[in-house]
């Protein structure tokens, strides 16, 4: 009788840990094949892979700079656009929409949905409509007034970093803002009633006393979003131009690590697409360096949410 | 230690050097008591004495809790039930136990909560769960109030129906013993009044053994009463004789409300 | 100050609409009964539909559920219910890694283990792909939603000498179910609008497929990116009517979730 009840109990914790053991696994054999299968690229270049600037499949040269910068870059625009705007909407929401909280659900609600638009409508849209706006409204202007600036300098392109930048920008924004709120969420009621109790306006209690507490877990949704950015793919490739280059002029079209493997890969043998998987080795590690910082950070904010 | 004829009379449960720990700190040591078969017996003591955790190791649900660790013997009709031949679960089965917090299963209905221990294990024949569901239900005092409701949801009653349910459900699966945590601290006294009603009922078939922080309470429907003090045993005895010739100066002092 | 705030707010829902906007007012003269049911033709000739691309989605999410549903659950149970273990930290840590990783890179994956060896584009392969996704989705949801549940109903549940896997399943998951099938759906849905997965390992078709492992097979979304691409004006509209379409099954299983997942929370039933 004890055996036979204990049996269920083992069964199912084994295969319960086995499901566990399978997410170990799956991560672990990611990481091995795509160094296996950059092997030959790796022993080719060496170091210098990543500091190379040419990308040429004819003369089987190939260097990963151009990628990574543009990766980075339009990540950073991305950021440094989204990022404000997502701490405002989850300032707003959390701190003064308290008495209206219907109104704060729904738009919670509306910034939700921006999340679940699929990555290739957004380029879509990036592509047929927005990158052409972009160009006409925003670069042109830019340039002609500011272009002596080399951020503005150069010829504009509807399809540039900066057009995947704002794109970017629109999609990361989901994520920073439930990230935000759920930190702005989680800092103690006492901490504002202290400040109010010293007779400080809804403005300065936010800036002095809940942002600051705050602090590490708003800077988790940044390194959260600044993930998702880097590994966007269909968005990006669709509006960034695809054009090989290392330039510091944002309305200039470039090309990203990511819409690199999207757009080369099927044609690539040998050499060629053993320096494509070691791309996309870059990404899984600049990937899994971003998400494990971010996971750090916002570990704490999480721990408030488990068991009663 | 201080009993009454304590080597002499028998009993259904009983510890024996029973110590259990939370990771390094003891929270109840060396504990030598008896709970005599078809009796009432309170265990009380001032918040943090060790009764919930003692109460806990009699049906082995303290050992669940992670890095808890129990040493130390409770004896079921004279077989250990720490031993690694005993299978905890069924155990379990004979020991049954009420919380302190009414707990129905929120996904099964009233009918579904009494018969849980039975229908969960496996019993399908529906004639006996249904005698089964009516004789628990009749035997905690709640059959009268939800015969023509049986199957709607359990948390749909009061917290003082919830928690007969609650004990209706534990009779169902025909324990021995019925271990209660402080079953009445969550409830008005009205309902606390019936479920003290019930335990005079079910002390004739039942070996009861209730943590209570209400000294009345034990005063009103115990037998027998131990007294607990930083997790040792500081007295224990016939309920009258400990609550009016106490041997021990401070269950003297807790009685007469010196400490809380 | 406030005035900052609510311009945060305004400019992040004006591109919701305009998306939505422009969807629907771009999708709907490409939606017809031919456009749902037909084959895709070349971009000069009319009467060309994506009625495989619409079966190649529903079938490789359809398996990618079927992969990991009881993987995901799995792990998710096990983050929960042994919560103190090392494997559990571990694994759910690098769970959380996985949710927010490249999809491109897990195709690349799928891609070398699945199509080298088999030599094949394959709806499984696709399917393979999106299941790696939703795996951690899954994970996460079912760790949180079972976390939920108080402590007090597994005491309640051991307590009447219930072994601690039917406790597990029939008390524990019980109670939480309403979240783990929100967290399902929502990885469904999530699978339904993924692009990059599918590059390396469906590809594109144009016809239906007879075979699950040896064939290219057709979706949705990679046929938004082919057609919104091109250089066609008609294949542009297509690839805005698929838009619709993919919107249209999406806005559903959002709703199934919102609505449908309220009404069982009153049912009380046991299985």
Request: aromatic share 8%; with cysteine; glycine share 10%.
């Amino acid at each position: 009788m004890a055996s036979k009840l204990l049996r269920g109990d083992t069964i199912a914790t084994i295969g319960f840990a086995a499901a566990a053991l399978f997410i170990i696994g799956l991560l672990t054999a990611l990481a091995v094949e795509l160094f296996s299968g950059s092997a030959t690229s790796i022993s080719k270049f060496g170091i210098g892979f990543l500091s190379g600037t040419t990308w040429n499949p004819d003369h089987e040269v190939f260097g990963a700079l151009p990628f990574i910068y543009g990766t980075l870059l339009t990540s950073a625009i991305a950021i440094v656009i989204g990022l404000p705007i997502s701490i405002g909407i989850a300032v707003f929401i959390s701190e003064r929409l308290n008495g209206h909280l219907g109104i704060g659900y729904g738009l919670g609600t509306l910034v939700d949905l921006l999340a679940a638009v699929p990555s290739v409508i957004y380029g879509l849209w990036g592509l047929l409509i927005f990158a052409p706006l972009l160009r006409d409204y925003v670069e042109i202007p830019l340039n002609k007034s500011l272009g002596f600036f080399p951020l503005f300098g150069g010829t504009p392109y509807a399809t540039s970093f900066f057009t995947a930048g704002v794109v970017l920008a629109i999609m990361i924004i989901p994520t920073m803002t439930a990230v935000s709120r759920d930190v702005l969420r989680a800092v103690p009621n006492s901490q504002r009633e202290a400040m109010y109790s010293l007779g400080a306006t809804d403005w300065e209690v936010t800036q002095k006393s809940v942002l600051p507490y705050a602090r590490s877990g708003i800077f988790g949704a940044f390194i959260l979003g600044l993930g998702r950015a880097v590994g966007e793919t269909m968005a990006v490739t669709m509006v960034i131009g695809n054009a090989v280059r290392i330039s510091p002029n944002l309305f200039t079209a470039g090309y990203s690590l990511s819409s690199l493997i999207a757009n080369e890969f099927g044609e690539a043998t040998g050499l060629y697409r053993s320096s494509i998987i070691e791309i996309a080795l870059i990404l899984f590690f600049i990937a899994l360096i971003v998400n494990i910082f971010a996971r750090l950070l916002l570990w704490r904010v999480s721990r408030g949410k488990t068991r009663n | 230690m201080i009993h009454e004829n304590f080597e002499a009379f028998p009993a259904k449960l009983e510890t024996r050097n029973l110590t259990a720990l939370y990771g390094k700190v003891e929270e109840i040591n060396r504990i030598n008591l008896k709970f005599p078969e078809n009796r009432v017996t309170a265990i009380m003591g001032p918040s943090g004495c060790g009764k919930s955790t003692l109460i806990r190791c009699l049906n082995r649900i303290h050992e669940l809790t992670p890095r808890a660790k129990v040493q130390g013997e409770v004896i079921l009709d004279g077989v250990d039930i720490y031993s690694s031949k005993i299978d905890p679960v069924a155990i379990r089965r004979r020991i049954g136990m009420v919380f302190q917090k009414p707990n129905p299963f929120p996904t099964m209905s009233i009918y579904d909560n009494a018969v849980a221990g039975l229908k969960l294990n496996g019993v399908r024949d529906k004639k006996r769960l249904n005698e089964l569901a009516e004789r628990s239900l009749r035997m905690a005092f709640l059959w009268d109030e939800v015969k023509n409701d049986l199957k709607k949801a359990g948390t749909n009653l009061s917290g003082g129906q919830q928690q007969r349910l609650c004990i209706a459900r534990t009779l169902a699966v025909q324990p021995e013993v019925i271990l209660m945590d402080e079953p009445c601290s969550a409830l008005d006294p009205i309902a606390t009044a019936k479920i003290e009603e019930s335990i005079a009922m079910l002390k004739k078939n039942f070996t009861i053994v209730i943590v209570t922080h209400n000294m009345q309470q034990a005063a009103r429907i115990s037998d027998y009463t131990a007294f607990m003090y930083l997790g040792k045993l500081e007295e224990f005895g016939e309920t009258a004789k400990v609550f009016e010739a106490p041997k021990s100066e401070l269950t003297e002092k807790y009685i007469t409300g010196k400490f809380g | 100050m406030s005035i900052l705030l609510v311009v945060a707010v305004v400019l992040a829902v004006i591109p919701l609409i305009y998306i939505l906007g422009d969807v629907i007012i771009r999708g709907v003269p490409a939606i017809s009964l031919t456009f749902l049911t037909h084959l895709p033709t070349g971009p000069t000739f009319s009467g060309g539909g994506i009625a495989n691309t619409i079966a190649g989605t529903f079938t490789m999410v359809g398996i990618a559920t079927l992969i990991a549903i009881p993987i995901g659950v799995g792990a998710g149970i096990f983050f929960s219910e042994w919560s103190g273990n090392k494997l559990s930290t571990v694994s759910s840590f690098m769970n959380d890694v996985l949710t927010g990783f490249p999809s491109m890179v897990i195709g690349l994956f799928v891609f070398i283990i699945l199509v080298l060896t088999t030599k094949h584009f394959s709806a499984f392969a696709g399917a393979v792909a999106l299941s790696f996704i939703m795996i951690p989705i899954i994970g996460r949801t079912t760790d949180e939603s079972l976390k939920l549940v108080p402590t007090t109903l597994r005491e309640a549940s051991m307590a009447l000498g219930i072994p601690r896997w039917k406790t597990i399943l029939r008390v524990v998951v019980s109670t939480g179910k309403n979240g783990l099938i929100t967290g399902i759906v929502l990885a469904i849905a999530r699978a339904t609008g993924e692009t990059s997965p599918l590059l390396l390992t469906a590809a594109t078709g144009t016809h239906f497929i007879t075979n699950l492992f040896n064939q290219p097979t057709g979706s949705m979304t990679i046929l938004i990116y082919q057609y919104g691409t091109s250089p066609y004006a008609s294949w542009q509209t297509q690839a805005w009517g698929t838009a619709l379409v993919l919107i249209l099954i999406m806005l559903a299983l959002n709703i199934i979730v919102r609505f449908g997942i309220g009404r069982n929370l009153s049912e009380a039933r046991m299985d």
